[in-house]
């Protein structure tokens, strides 16, 4: 099962470095286990050796890179779930402590992701758009191969039944797909999912407001940033990985990444109906030297920041925003040379 390759991988790690320890006569006092944490990072792939779409694809090389690094640096590799339960019941993590996440259910998962995670020993969560499997298209995986993984120990999530832009879409067109895709999930794999990404990672608080409706106990957006104990659970990041934002040092950037804690965003709802928006946040009173916070937009590059008072933030656009999603990340160095990282996606509609 994955939970127990998952304690192998831990173990050989423990074994290397005792090893090597051992080795220089380093060893004069007992390992201590990694330090306790309140937040967590989730990195978020698409497709494997699918070089045709390298906006979604990770090659097979980089993906490697990604594998060994997990195993062998200072990270701890937790399933979602377990992420999730913690944060929300205020259990504290490993530092470093990393969540994989995979959406779409490509049969590259299957064919190039799946045998290189289950030999290291590496749990992760599949998000499933329900109508492309219904659909049996060749790029997609089967039902029985999605309960294959299952049966090996892989979360399944939901990622609606058609895949839609649901910040752009009704409530009741939203509410219709989610529960079809329930009904989808309930017949093949016995049970819903109760873990949820966002489709593109477009979210408003209507859309969010359905997917907390339907039961699910998170859900995911596509926006960077490191999960932290006062996270809204129902709009968490992802940092996400392809072929152009896929090297090792991004991942190792992002992997040892920080929370950046804030509070009083606004505008609290990620659909922009005043464009540009006037976006705005508060940093958490244990954070120093917002003098080197640094923001940037996907569109306008970085943004003017103006700093109200001690701990208000607010961030000035050059103009309006495109059409569809937009995407802010806020980052700064810790004194310990890790980023600490705060980021949020918006959807546009309005010109």
């Given at each position: 099962?994955?939970?127990?390759?998952?304690?192998?991988?831990?173990?050989?790690?423990?074994?290397?470095?005792?090893?090597?320890?051992?080795?220089?006569?380093?060893?004069?006092?007992?390992?201590?286990?990694?330090?306790?944490?309140?937040s967590?990072?989730v990195?978020?792939y698409?497709?494997?050796?699918?070089?045709?779409?390298?906006?979604t694809?990770?090659?097979?090389?980089?993906?490697?890179?990604?594998?060994?690094?997990?195993?062998?640096?200072?990270?701890?590799?937790?399933?979602?779930?377990?992420?999730?339960?913690?944060?929300?019941?205020?259990?504290a993590?490993?530092?470093?402590t990393?969540?994989?996440?995979?959406?779409?259910?490509?049969?590259?998962?299957?064919?190039?992701?799946?045998?290189?995670l289950?030999?290291?020993?590496?749990?992760?969560?599949?998000f499933?758009?329900?109508?492309?499997?219904?659909r049996?298209g060749?790029?997609?995986?089967?039902w029985e191969?999605?309960?294959?993984?299952?049966?090996a120990?892989?979360?399944?999530?939901?990622?609606?039944?058609?895949?839609?832009?649901?910040?752009?879409?009704?409530r009741?067109?939203?509410?219709?797909?989610?529960?079809?895709?329930a009904?989808?999930?309930?017949?093949e794999?016995?049970?819903?999912p109760?873990?949820?990404?966002y489709?593109?990672?477009?979210?408003?608080?209507?859309?969010r407001?359905?997917v907390?409706?339907s039961?699910?106990?998170?859900?995911?957006?596509q926006?960077?940033?490191?999960i932290?104990?006062t996270?809204?659970r129902?709009?968490?990041?992802?940092?996400a990985?392809?072929e152009?934002y896929?090297?090792?040092e991004?991942?190792?950037?992002?992997?040892n990444?920080?929370?950046?804690?804030?509070?009083?965003i606004?505008?609290?709802?990620?659909?922009v109906?005043q464009?540009?928006?006037?976006?705005?946040?508060?940093?958490?009173?244990a954070?120093?030297n917002?003098?080197?916070?640094?923001?940037?937009n996907?569109?306008?590059?970085?943004?003017?920041?103006?700093r109200?008072g001690?701990?208000?933030?607010?961030?000035?656009?050059?103009?309006?925003?495109?059409?569809?999603r937009?995407?802010i990340?806020?980052?700064?160095?810790?004194?310990?040379?890790r980023?600490?990282?705060?980021?949020?996606?918006f959807?546009v509609?309005?010109d």
């Amino acid at each position: 099962m994955v939970g127990e390759n998952r304690l192998c991988v831990i173990s050989r790690r423990f074994i290397r470095r005792l090893a090597a320890a051992v080795c220089i006569g380093l060893i004069v006092a007992p390992i201590t286990p990694a330090a306790a944490a309140d937040s967590a990072v989730v990195v978020m792939y698409h497709r494997f050796g699918e070089s045709e779409y390298p906006s979604t694809n990770i090659s097979i090389e980089q993906f490697e890179s990604h594998i060994e690094e997990l195993t062998s640096g200072p990270y701890t590799v937790l399933p979602l779930p377990d992420i999730v339960a913690a944060l929300r019941d205020g259990r504290a993590l490993p530092d470093r402590t990393v969540g994989i996440s995979i959406d779409d259910a490509y049969r590259s998962v299957l064919d190039n992701a799946w045998p290189r995670l289950k030999a290291a020993g590496l749990p992760f969560t599949l998000f499933v758009a329900t109508q492309a499997v219904d659909r049996r298209g060749q790029s997609y995986m089967s039902w029985e191969q999605i309960r294959e993984l299952r049966n090996a120990g892989v979360v399944i999530g939901s990622q609606t039944h058609s895949h839609l832009h649901m910040a752009a879409s009704p409530r009741l067109r939203n509410e219709s797909d989610l529960a079809l895709s329930a009904r989808r999930f309930t017949e093949e794999l016995g049970a819903a999912p109760t873990l949820f990404a966002y489709p593109f990672g477009e979210m408003s608080l209507d859309v969010r407001a359905a997917v907390v409706d339907s039961g699910f106990v998170a859900a995911f957006g596509q926006h960077s940033g490191v999960i932290h104990s006062t996270s809204d659970r129902f709009f968490l990041p992802r940092f996400a990985l392809n072929e152009t934002y896929g090297g090792l040092e991004r991942l190792r950037t992002a992997a040892n990444a920080l929370p950046l804690p804030v509070h009083d965003i606004t505008p609290a709802d990620p659909l922009v109906t005043q464009n540009p928006p006037a976006f705005g946040f508060s940093v958490d009173p244990a954070i120093d030297n917002l003098d080197q916070l640094t923001c940037y937009n996907t569109q306008q590059g970085r943004l003017r920041t103006e700093r109200l008072g001690e701990r208000r933030i607010e961030l000035r656009f050059a103009s309006a925003l495109p059409q569809g999603r937009s995407r802010i990340n806020c980052t700064m160095p810790n004194s310990d040379g890790r980023w600490r990282w705060f980021g949020r996606q918006f959807y546009v509609d309005v010109d």
